[in-house]
């Protein structure tokens, strides 16, 4: 199973890699607020993922897996608080989109499966003994839930754009997704505080 993870964790740096440069080029060519937020969003997740891909795969000791753990924690903290920042660009309407229901709906669906597996990898990720790989998968939660902060805002412009009612049901979901990831982030850091005894022993 953690080979597994780490193989996945890999390929999604791979992908990482591609959403940055996409949505950097985007940015930098159309001076589009936006894309460079997502651009720095992307940077800092593949920086994220690599670090902890860097530190299963070179079977560094478990305290130093810690420090690696601790780290991820801090970097994914600054990511949760810079989202902020995107999300009232969302609220506020600043985003354009125009490519019609149907990639939309795509990207509904793959959300649903990203957002059921994270969950069922998480779950799996309890039986194991490594913190990073505890860690990779709260990272790919805390991905996940912000994809869903993008698809709201994404299926919102598709139908038809904002209205009154719109905007304060995006302002009340984003904020309640922003606090819900600190809230997931939090609770992990107080699980590998109490587990950082056990890793030691072992």
């Not at 999604?12 to 159309?30: E, K, M, P, Q």
């Not at 001076?31 to 937020?37: F, L, P, Y």
């Not at 903290?77 to 600043?94: F, Y």
């Not at 994270?118 to 913190?131: F, G, L």
Request: with cysteine.
């Amino acid at each position: 199973y953690n080979k597994r993870t780490v193989i996945f964790s890999f390929l999604s740096v791979l992908a990482i890699i591609c959403f940055t440069v996409y949505n950097g080029i985007l940015g930098f060519l159309f001076d589009s607020i936006w894309h460079i937020c997502i651009f720095v969003y992307y940077v800092f997740l593949l920086f994220i993922k690599g670090l902890l891909v860097f530190g299963i795969s070179h079977k560094k000791t478990r305290s130093n897996q810690i420090i690696v753990v601790y780290i991820t924690f801090i970097m994914l903290i600054i990511l949760t608080i810079a989202m902020i920042a995107p999300a009232i660009l969302l609220v506020l309407d600043k985003r354009t989109y125009n490519l019609g229901l149907i990639p939309s709906i795509a990207s509904a669906a793959y959300t649903t499966y990203s957002i059921t597996m994270s969950i069922v990898n998480m779950k799996k990720a309890k039986n194991t003994d490594s913190p990073i790989i505890k860690q990779i998968r709260l990272v790919n939660i805390v991905n996940t839930l912000m994809s869903i902060l993008v698809l709201q805002n994404t299926l919102i412009l598709a139908n038809g754009g904002y209205t009154g009612d719109m905007k304060k049901l995006s302002m009340a979901t984003s904020v309640g997704i922003i606090v819900l990831i600190i809230i997931v982030e939090i609770y992990q850091f107080i699980l590998v505080k109490a587990n950082q005894g056990v890793f030691k022993k072992r």
